[in-house]
């Protein structure tokens, strides 16, 4: 079984500072890492992910996501953010294998004031 | 690529009638998820398909929800009677079988009054 947990539900923050959002998860093999974007009345869509290789992941947008496999969290991080990063984010995890469903978080509220 | 495409956009109906969500997944995606998503219980997994052939269908609340998957192109789902507590958005999405990644469709906004 497989889990993650979004450490944050809402994240306030002011325009061109930098956030981090939180995600651990828990999973007895090996998985696949992903951050989702929501916009408002929007289907999610694919921010970055990680599959192997290099632990640091860059995304669209600017934003990018570190995997720590002894912490096992993969948290989302921007540097400088816009008005417009204003959205939903999701992680989410799932087994190695294509034929898998993947487990989301509960989503963390991003809100970016001027 | 159109991307995932899903009909109607929105959806007003009655308690007790039938609504039949409709699903195009992208073309050579051969796994389709189909969600809902409420402010109370977040989103949330109902059934998925791989290869047309559902795996997983533990997410469905109960009975009155029903899925297909006639071919590799349409999916749809079924509620039948609905209730108010149905209302939602529910999303369809699609994942290549080379990637692990999934694509949704813009949803479906139901209201059952």
């Known amino acids: 079984a497989q889990s993650v947990t979004q450490l944050d539900s809402q994240v306030p923050v002011f325009e061109e500072a930098p956030v981090e959002l939180r995600c651990n998860y828990s999973?007895?093999?090996?998985?696949?890492l992903f951050w989702y974007v929501q916009y408002p009345n929007q289907g999610l869509q694919l921010l970055l992910k990680?599959?192997?290789?290099?632990?640091l992941v860059k995304g669209i947008n600017g934003f990018e996501a570190e995997f720590n496999k002894s912490q096992t969290s993969f948290h989302l991080r921007k540097p400088s953010v816009h008005i417009s990063d204003t959205a939903e984010y999701f992680c989410?995890?799932?087994?190695?294998?294509?034929?898998?469903?993947?487990?989301f978080g509960d989503g963390t509220t991003l809100t970016v004031k001027p | 690529d159109a991307g995932v495409i899903q009909s109607p956009r929105h959806e007003v109906t009655e308690m007790g009638q039938e609504v039949t969500l409709r699903c195009k997944p992208i073309?050579?995606?051969?796994?389709l998820f189909w969600y809902r998503q409420t402010m109370m219980r977040g989103l949330e997994l109902l059934i998925y398909?791989?290869?047309?052939?559902?795996?997983?269908d533990s997410g469905m609340p109960e009975d009155r929800f029903s899925a297909k998957m006639p071919n590799a192109s349409f999916s749809t789902l079924k509620i039948q009677p609905s209730e108010p507590r149905d209302s939602a958005v529910y999303f369809c999405?699609?994942?290549?079988?080379?990637?692990?990644?999934?694509?949704f469709g813009p949803g479906t906004r139901l209201t059952v009054l």
């Open positions: 999405a699609s994942r290549p079988n080379y990637g692990n990644e999934q694509f």
């Open positions: 999973s007895s093999v090996s998985v696949y």
């Open positions: 990680y599959l192997s290789g290099s632990t």
């Open positions: 989410a995890v799932s087994h190695n294998t294509n034929a898998g469903k993947s487990t």
């Open positions: 073309s050579g995606h051969n796994s």
């Open positions: 398909f791989n290869n047309n052939v559902p795996i997983d």
